[in-house]
């Protein structure tokens, strides 16, 4: 037993010993005199290793970071063992070069120097020796890139200026431009090759240039209905660049729906009114969306609104989006909406369209009423809209809308024509003020300038989708405006709770009214495997009336994604 635990013993000391020994290679590194031999001591390098091989690599190190100094004539002299666990390195440094002077002749594109914020007089430019390595790869890079991926640069010619300066010139190598060749797209094959084309604007034949791919796929984030896997990668054989771009398909239909009940201030029952919302999104994986809303309300109104876009269409950059809403009040009027319009996506963000709509309003009571009557109208009108997206955050996808309608025409009712203006806009911004506390903020409104008005048709407002606290579409003005506000806070991912405080002023000139309304509350929305449920709790008020508990409106809304 005591033999057994000497061995081990001398095993230990064995280890121990070979560990020592196995790093006591020392390694001493001087230059021609003292001044040089500071120079390399201020660079620094290790002095113990485990074998020669990481010596020669550390001290074939210190020589390249000489060169980057600008002590392009240093040499290693030499390398001796002075003993058995001793090595010594003699450089010669030579004279130090602080600056070099490139002249590339033009065949750098100026542009890249100004990115690389490298002054040039056209024909060359001037670095610091300390920059030229870093500058050099930059400028590669950058050719690369736009094209010629297998490009070279080389300095030749180099001669002394001056004791501390250089001049070279720039030679490059172009084997040829690259062109994209041929794009195949993996994950989700069926993806319409036009939004490839016209959405992110590559194409075969067009010039390779890797960053600008990359972030032109990045777009692909933008799109409800694609997501970017990873980024996209090149293969170069000898004569063609192949393009892979990785794309998967999401879910982007969208069911809403809500419940909403209040008190009838007349009769002070509870009534009830909702409506359904449908959105499909490229189910013939061809970027085309559908939408289908019907809605009911306690004013006995009833809304369907039909609408249809089909984005680039015969691979033109321009897409298609054609609307229908039919609207009937009671057993008074009903009105029938249709519009066509031409859309052209500049970019992921910013699209401009162009359209003519026509409105026909029939008098159901044909009463001798005034106010309502049969009409015809015809618009043309020009759209635009700007969105940003937020594609981290799935309870609040968009960040940014601006969406402004103008359109002018003329009304015809009674044998009379008559010129009109309308204009409208929707927008609203999230500002996100940290990981958990964010303000909402969104303004709406139209207007209709004309000489004389009918109330069937002008527009109307009021509910979950307006001013809250108010009835769906209760409110009816020739001109109005909404700002709606909410505070949120998360109380983690899925769930968030917020404040309600609307405001809206409105003037109606058939009942020669305007006035003020506010809306306050609370809400909470709760993200979940069946969708988006959201609650709000309002209670709305006109400008001097009192808040009553018996106004409120409860609003309870399930959006489904599929």
């Known amino acids: 037993m005591l033999n057994n635990f000497r061995l081990f013993i001398l095993f230990l000391f064995s280890l121990f010993f070979a560990e020592v020994y196995s790093q006591n290679l020392e390694l001493k590194i001087i230059g021609n005199d003292s001044l040089e031999t500071q120079v390399i001591d201020s660079l620094g390098y290790e002095n113990y290793f485990k074998d020669y091989t990481s010596l020669k690599t550390e001290v074939d190190s210190l020589n390249k970071r000489l060169l980057t100094i600008g002590y392009i004539n240093s040499k290693l002299v030499h390398l001796k063992k002075e003993s058995d666990s001793l090595f010594k390195a003699l450089f010669s440094l030579n004279q130090r070069y602080k600056s070099i002077t490139i002249n590339h002749n033009g065949l750098i594109d100026e542009d890249i120097l100004t990115l690389g914020d490298i002054k040039s007089n056209g024909q060359s430019f001037t670095l610091p020796i300390s920059k030229l390595e870093r500058t050099l790869n930059f400028i590669n890079a950058e050719i690369a890139n736009r094209g010629n991926p297998f490009s070279t640069l080389q300095l030749i010619n180099i001669k002394q200026v001056s004791n501390t300066s250089l001049s070279a010139n720039l030679e490059l190598s172009k084997p040829f431009k690259r062109t994209i060749d041929k794009i195949i797209i993996k994950g989700y094959e069926k993806f319409p090759k036009s939004f490839v084309k016209r959405y992110m604007k590559i194409k075969t034949g067009q010039e390779f240039n890797l960053a600008k791919i990359k972030d032109k796929t990045a777009e692909l984030n933008d799109l409800r209905f694609a997501n970017q896997i990873k980024d996209p990668e090149v293969l170069f054989t000898k004569d063609s660049t192949i393009l892979y771009m990785y794309i ?15 008190t009838n201030e007349d009769t002070n029952k509870i009534e009830f009114d909702g409506y359904l919302n449908l959105s499909l999104t490229n189910n013939l994986n061809y970027g085309e969306t559908l939408k289908l809303l019907y809605k009911s309300d306690e004013n006995d109104q009833q809304t369907f609104d039909g609408n249809i876009k089909m984005p680039y269409m015969f691979s033109t950059p321009l897409g298609v989006e054609l609307n229908l809403n039919i609207f009937k009040k009671d057993s008074t009027f009903v009105t029938a909406s249709q519009s066509a319009k031409l ?15 026509g409105v026909n309003s029939s008098d159901l009571l044909d009463t001798e009423i005034s106010s309502v009557n049969d009409f015809k109208s015809n618009y043309y009108f020009t759209n635009y809209v700007y969105t940003k997206r937020q594609n981290y955050d799935f309870l609040f996808p968009i960040n940014f809308i601006f969406d402004i309608t103008a359109g002018f025409g003329n009304r015809t009712f009674d044998d009379i024509d008559e010129d009109q203006t309308k204009f409208a806009l929707n927008t609203f911004k999230i500002f996100n003020l940290n990981d958990q506390n964010s303000f909402y903020l969104r303004g709406n409104g139209q207007i209709i300038d004309s000489d004389t008005f009918l109330e069937n048709e002008l527009p109307r407002f009021g509910g979950i989708n307006s001013i809250r606290g108010f009835e769906e579409n209760s409110l009816v003005a020739n001109l109005f405006g909404v700002i709606n506000t909410e505070y949120r806070y998360r109380l983690n991912r899925n769930i968030y709770v917020h404040s309600v405080i609307d405001a809206a002023y409105f003037e109606n000139k058939i009942s020669d009214q305007k006035g003020k309304l506010f809306g306050f509350g609370f809400g909470f929305g709760l993200l979940s495997k069946a969708g988006l449920l959201r609650f709000n709790y309002t209670s709305g008020k006109t400008e001097n009336q ?17």
């Open 248 to 262: 998967e398909k999401t879910k982007s239909n969208t069911f809403d729906g809500f419940l909403g009940f209040g």
């Open 343 to 357: 859309n052209y996506q500049v970019n992921s963000n910013h699209v401009i369209g162009v359209g003519l709509s």
């Open 546 to 562: 009192r808040f009553k508990l018996s106004n409120s409106k409860v609003h309870i809304s399930l959006t489904a994604v599929f």
